[in-house]
C-alpha cells in the first residue's frame, strides 16, 4: 500500500469511527480506535454484555470474494469479541455485494470511497449531536477536522474511550481553552520551583492535552511513564479543582511525596495526605505537620493492620467526612483493600471525581503485586519525558518499550556507569565517593542525592555517614591562592584571559612569584572560615593584579565544590554548570560572593535518611532508598544497586528516573544482568 492510499485508508477509518460514535442510535459505552490488542480491529465498541469488532477496508480496485472472505476470518480469529463486521467502502463485485456476512462477521452494504460525502455526514452528525452547543458562525466542517484530529491522537495512545469522555471532549474542543492562563501551570507551582531556583511555566502539549481532557470527568486513571509530569498534573489538577469550589484531596502512600504534594498545592484548600496519616485522620489519631512527622524512618512496606482499615471505614462511613474530588498519585502503591475505604471518601461515590495517577514499572512499595483499581471511564496515556535530560533519559526510556524520545529542551545531561567488581564496603564506599565527586562536575553539591537499593531504611545502608570531602585537607586560603597564582600565571605570561577556562591542577603547590601575591599569603588567616579582613584583602590583591587588565566578564553565579583535596570554582548559568573563564573568576573574587559561598560544613559527609526535606535546605549529601524518593527528583542521582534483592527492576526504574541531568549508576555484574542494558 502506497503512501497516499494509508493516508486516505486511516481518514475513511477515522471518519468512519465518528460517524458511528455520533449515531443516536448506538448505545456504546467504550470505543477503542486501533485496538492494541489485535492488528485486525480498527475499532471496538463495547455495549452492556457485549462487544463489536470492526475492520474498516477501503480501495479505489474492486474489492474482490477472496480477498474480502480472507479478511473475514482474520478478523474473526483475531478478536475474541461477541460480534464482528466488516466495513466496505470502494467499488465491490456483485458477489461481494450479496454477501451479507461470512462466518460470524457481518458486511453491510458496501458504501461509495467518497471523502467529501463522508465528511459531509459526519458534520451532519455533529450538527445533531451539539444541537444548542454549537455557535453560530462556526463552520461545523473545521470542528469535524479538528475531531478526526484529537481521535487520531488518542489512537495512538491506545485510550479505551469512554462515551461521557467522547461527549466530554467533543464540547471541550468545541469550546476550547478558557484562556491562554489555561496553558501555564498555576501559581503555586510556579512559585515552588521559583523557590529551588527552576523555571516551570508551561505544561506541555500532552500534559495540556490530558488536564484538558479531564473536565467534566469522573473516574479517570492517567498511567504515565516516569518523568512525564504525572505528580505535576495530579497537583495542577488539584489546584483548578480547588479553585473551582470544589472540596478536594490528594493522597499518596509515601509521607515524602505528601510533602512535596503539599508544596506543591501551597497556598490552595487543598488537603494532601498519605494514606496512613489520612487513616488517623478518620480515626480522630492527631497529626502532625509533614515536616514534623515523627514516626521515621519511614518504609515502603508500611502497611495499615485489617482492623484499622475497618475501623476507620467505620468511621468515614458514620462520619459526615467526604470530599467532592480525590486525586490519588503513585496509585500502583496503593493496596486493592484500600480503595474501598478511599471511594467511601467520595461525597457522591459515582457522581464525584476519583482521578489516579500510576505507572506500574515503578511498583516498589508493599508487599503485594495486586494492579488492580477501581472502575474508572477512561484510561489516558502519557509518555513524553519531560524531567530527564537527553542522556539520563536514553537510560529510563530502556525499562519502557514504547517510550518516546526526550523532549527537545532536555538536551544534555551526563551518564556514567561503573561495574563493582566486588562488594566490599572498601570497595563500595571508594566507588560511590568519586562517583559524587564526579557528579558535582554537573550538579550542584546540594542538587545531588545518593539512592540505594540495599534496603530499607537508608540508615542502614554502608554509604551512611560517608566522608566524601574533608574541610582540613585544603581549605579555603589554599583554594583562593590557588585561583589567584593561575591569573598571575596569565599576567606574567601576557596571555589574553577573557576566554579562556581554567582551573589549578589537581596537585601540587601553588607557586606565587609577584609580591602583591606573597604579600597576600602572609596576611590571610588560618581561621576555617575567612575574616572581614580575609575578605577585603583579597578583594584588594585580585584588583591589584588586574589593574592593567580590561575585565569585560560580569558577575555570574559561581560556588565553590569540594575537590580531590581541594575547593574548585563552578559557574552555573541556565541549569549548566562549568568550568569558569578567567575573567569571570577575577570579578567573583573582587566581590564579597567568593566568601559567602564557601562551604560553611566543616565536612562533607553523607547522611541517611529517609525524610524529605526542601532540597536547598540540607547541609550535607542525602541518602535515600528509591520508595523513600518515590515521585521525587534532584538534579543529580548516585545510585548504588546493592546486592541482589526483591524487585531490583523497579527500583533501578524509579532511582534512575529521578535524574534530571547527571546520573551514575554502581552494581556487580550480577545485579546489572537483571536490568534492561543501561549502556
Given at each position: 500500500m502506497?503512501?497516499r492510499?494509508a493516508i486516505?485508508?486511516?481518514?475513511?477509518?477515522?471518519?468512519?469511527?465518528?460517524?458511528?460514535?455520533t449515531?443516536?442510535?448506538?448505545?456504546w459505552?467504550y470505543m477503542t480506535i486501533e485496538?492494541?490488542?489485535?492488528?485486525?480491529?480498527d475499532v471496538?465498541?463495547?455495549?452492556s454484555?457485549?462487544?463489536?469488532?470492526?475492520?474498516?477496508?477501503?480501495t479505489?480496485?474492486?474489492f474482490?470474494?477472496?480477498?474480502?472472505?480472507?479478511w473475514a476470518e482474520?478478523?474473526e480469529?483475531?478478536?475474541?469479541a461477541?460480534?464482528?463486521?466488516?466495513?466496505l467502502?470502494?467499488?465491490?463485485?456483485?458477489?461481494?455485494a450479496t454477501a451479507r456476512?461470512i462466518?460470524?462477521?457481518?458486511?453491510?452494504?458496501p458504501q461509495g470511497?467518497?471523502?467529501?460525502?463522508?465528511?459531509?455526514?459526519a458534520?451532519?452528525?455533529?450538527?445533531?449531536?451539539?444541537?444548542?452547543?454549537?455557535a453560530?458562525?462556526?463552520?461545523t466542517?473545521?470542528v469535524?477536522?479538528?475531531i478526526?484530529q484529537?481521535l487520531?491522537?488518542l489512537?495512538?495512545s491506545g485510550v479505551?474511550?469512554?462515551?461521557s469522555?467522547?461527549?466530554?471532549?467533543?464540547?471541550?474542543?468545541?469550546s476550547?481553552?478558557?484562556?491562554?492562563?489555561?496553558?501555564?501551570?498555576?501559581?503555586p507551582?510556579r512559585e515552588h520551583?521559583?523557590?529551588?531556583?527552576?523555571?516551570?511555566?508551561?505544561?506541555t502539549?500532552?500534559q495540556?492535552h490530558v488536564?484538558t481532557?479531564?473536565?467534566g470527568?469522573?473516574?479517570?486513571?492517567v498511567e504515565?511513564?516516569?518523568?512525564?509530569g504525572k505528580?505535576?498534573i495530579?497537583?495542577?489538577?488539584?489546584?483548578?479543582?480547588?479553585c473551582a469550589?470544589?472540596?478536594?484531596?490528594v493522597?499518596?502512600?509515601?509521607p515524602?511525596?505528601?510533602?512535596?504534594?503539599?508544596?506543591?498545592?501551597?497556598?490552595?484548600?487543598?488537603?494532601?495526605?498519605?494514606f496512613?496519616s489520612?487513616?488517623?485522620?478518620?480515626?480522630?489519631?492527631?497529626?502532625?505537620d509533614?515536616?514534623?512527622q515523627?514516626s521515621w524512618?519511614?518504609?515502603?512496606?508500611?502497611?495499615?493492620?485489617?482492623?484499622?482499615?475497618?475501623?476507620?471505614?467505620?468511621?468515614?462511613?458514620?462520619s459526615?467526612?467526604?470530599w467532592?474530588?480525590i486525586?490519588?498519585?503513585?496509585g500502583?502503591?496503593i493496596?486493592?483493600?484500600?480503595?474501598?475505604?478511599?471511594e467511601?471518601?467520595l461525597?457522591?461515590?459515582?457522581?464525584?471525581?476519583?482521578?489516579i495517577?500510576?505507572?506500574?514499572?515503578?511498583?516498589?512499595?508493599?508487599?503485594?503485586?495486586?494492579?488492580s483499581?477501581?472502575?474508572?471511564?477512561?484510561?489516558f496515556?502519557?509518555?513524553?519525558?519531560?524531567r530527564?535530560?537527553?542522556?539520563?533519559?536514553?537510560v529510563?526510556r530502556r525499562?519502557?518499550?514504547?517510550?518516546?524520545?526526550s523532549?527537545?529542551?532536555?538536551?544534555?545531561?551526563?551518564f556514567q556507569?561503573?561495574?563493582?567488581p566486588?562488594?566490599?564496603?572498601?570497595t563500595v564506599?571508594?566507588?560511590?565517593?568519586d562517583a559524587?565527586?564526579?557528579?558535582l562536575?554537573?550538579?550542584?553539591?546540594n542538587q545531588l542525592?545518593?539512592?540505594?537499593?540495599e534496603?530499607?531504611?537508608?540508615?542502614?545502608s554502608?554509604?551512611n555517614?560517608?566522608l566524601?570531602?574533608?574541610?582540613?585537607?585544603?581549605g579555603?586560603?589554599t583554594?583562593?591562592?590557588?585561583?589567584?597564582?593561575?591569573?598571575e600565571?596569565f599576567?606574567r605570561s601576557?596571555?589574553?584571559?577573557?576566554?579562556?577556562?581554567?582551573?589549578?591542577?589537581?596537585?601540587?603547590?601553588?607557586?606565587?612569584v609577584?609580591?602583591?601575591?606573597?604579600s597576600?599569603?602572609?596576611?590571610?588567616?588560618?581561621?576555617a572560615?575567612?575574616?572581614?579582613?580575609?575578605?577585603?584583602a583579597?578583594q584588594?590583591?585580585?584588583?591589584?593584579?588586574?589593574r592593567?587588565?580590561k575585565?569585560k566578564?560580569?558577575?555570574?553565579?559561581m560556588?565553590?565544590?569540594p575537590?580531590?583535596?581541594?575547593?574548585?570554582?563552578?559557574?552555573?548559568?541556565?541549569?549548566?554548570?562549568?568550568?569558569?573563564?578567567?575573567d569571570s573568576v577575577?570579578?567573583?573574587?573582587?566581590?564579597?560572593e567568593?566568601a559567602?559561598?564557601?562551604?560553611?560544613?566543616?565536612?562533607l559527609k553523607?547522611i541517611?535518611?529517609?525524610k524529605?526535606?526542601p532540597?536547598?535546605?540540607?547541609?550535607?549529601?542525602?541518602?535515600?532508598t528509591?520508595?523513600?524518593?518515590?515521585?521525587?527528583?534532584?538534579?543529580g542521582?548516585?545510585?548504588y544497586?546493592?546486592?541482589?534483592?526483591?524487585?531490583?527492576?523497579?527500583?533501578s526504574?524509579?532511582?534512575?528516573s529521578?535524574?534530571?541531568?547527571f546520573l551514575?549508576?554502581?552494581g556487580?555484574?550480577?545485579q546489572l544482568?537483571?536490568?534492561?542494558?543501561?549502556?
Open positions: 502506497g503512501g492510499e486516505r485508508g486511516f481518514s475513511v477509518q477515522f471518519l468512519f469511527a465518528l460517524i458511528r460514535a449515531d443516536p442510535e448506538e448505545r459505552e485496538h492494541p490488542g489485535s492488528e485486525s480491529v471496538l465498541f463495547e455495549y454484555g457485549r462487544k463489536l469488532a470492526v475492520q474498516v477496508k477501503s479505489e480496485r474492486v474482490r470474494k477472496s480477498e474480502v472472505q480472507y482474520s478478523l480469529r483475531s478478536s475474541t461477541d460480534e464482528y463486521e466488516l466495513a467502502f470502494g467499488p465491490v463485485t456483485e458477489a461481494v456476512q462466518g460470524r462477521v457481518r458486511i453491510p452494504i470511497l467518497d471523502l467529501a460525502a463522508l465528511t459531509e455526514r458534520c451532519r452528525r455533529l450538527e445533531r449531536f451539539l444541537g444548542d452547543d454549537l453560530p458562525g462556526i463552520e466542517e473545521l469535524a477536522h479538528a478526526l484529537k487520531q491522537s489512537a495512538i479505551r474511550l469512554s462515551r469522555h467522547f461527549e466530554t471532549l467533543i464540547r471541550v474542543w468545541m476550547g481553552p478558557d484562556s491562554d492562563a489555561d496553558r501555564f501551570f498555576s501559581s507551582i520551583f521559583e523557590a529551588l531556583r527552576k523555571t516551570v511555566e508551561e505544561l502539549a500532552e495540556y488536564i481532557a479531564l473536565r470527568l469522573t473516574r479517570v486513571r504515565g511513564t516516569a518523568g512525564s505528580t505535576l495530579a497537583a495542577e489538577r488539584a489546584i483548578r479543582l480547588d469550589g470544589l472540596k478536594t484531596l493522597l499518596c502512600h509515601s515524602n511525596l505528601a510533602i512535596h504534594l503539599s508544596s506543591l498545592t501551597s497556598q490552595t484548600e487543598v488537603d494532601v495526605f498519605d496512613d489520612w487513616m488517623n485522620l478518620l480515626l480522630g489519631t492527631e497529626v502532625a509533614h515536616a514534623e515523627d524512618p519511614w518504609t515502603g512496606y508500611a502497611e495499615p493492620y485489617d482492623k484499622t482499615l475497618s475501623a476507620a471505614l467505620t468511621t468515614l462511613q458514620r459526615g467526612i467526604r467532592d474530588a486525586i490519588v498519585d503513585e500502583q502503591d493496596r486493592s483493600d484500600w480503595w474501598p475505604l478511599i467511601s471518601a461525597r457522591h461515590c459515582q457522581h464525584s471525581q476519583l482521578t495517577f500510576c505507572d506500574g514499572r515503578q511498583k516498589v512499595t508493599g508487599t503485594s503485586d495486586d494492579d483499581y477501581p472502575q474508572t471511564d477512561s484510561v496515556q502519557i509518555s513524553r519525558n519531560c530527564n535530560a537527553s542522556a539520563v533519559h536514553n529510563v525499562f519502557y518499550v514504547y517510550a518516546p524520545v523532549d527537545d529542551k532536555l538536551r544534555g545531561g551526563e556507569l561503573t561495574l563493582l566486588n562488594q566490599t564496603t572498601k564506599t571508594g566507588a560511590v565517593k559524587v565527586l564526579q557528579g562536575e554537573f550538579v550542584e553539591w542525592v545518593i539512592l540505594t537499593a534496603g530499607e531504611p537508608a540508615t542502614a554502608v554509604l555517614d560517608l566524601i570531602w574533608d574541610s582540613t585537607a585544603a579555603w586560603k583554594a583562593v591562592l590557588h585561583y589567584l597564582s593561575v591569573v600565571y599576567i601576557e596571555r589574553r584571559m577573557n576566554s579562556k577556562v581554567f582551573e589549578p591542577p589537581k596537585s601540587g603547590r601553588y607557586y606565587p609577584l609580591s602583591t601575591l606573597k597576600l599569603e602572609r596576611s590571610l588567616s588560618c581561621d572560615q575567612p575574616t572581614s579582613d580575609d575578605v577585603m583579597v584588594l590583591a585580585t584588583q591589584q593584579l588586574t592593567k587588565l575585565i566578564a560580569e558577575l555570574r553565579r560556588q565553590w565544590i575537590g580531590q583535596g581541594y575547593l574548585r570554582l563552578r559557574e552555573y548559568a541556565d541549569g549548566a554548570v562549568r568550568v569558569p573563564s578567567a577575577v570579578q567573583f573574587l573582587m566581590s564579597h567568593w559567602e559561598t564557601l562551604p560553611r560544613m566543616q565536612d553523607v541517611g535518611t529517609d524529605y526535606l532540597v536547598m535546605d540540607q547541609s550535607n549529601i542525602r541518602l535515600f528509591p520508595s523513600s524518593f518515590k515521585g521525587l527528583e534532584a538534579d542521582i548516585v545510585m544497586l546493592g546486592s541482589v534483592n526483591h524487585r531490583i527492576v523497579q527500583k526504574c524509579v532511582g534512575l529521578r535524574a534530571r541531568f551514575h549508576v554502581l556487580s555484574r550480577e544482568a537483571r536490568l534492561p542494558k543501561l549502556k
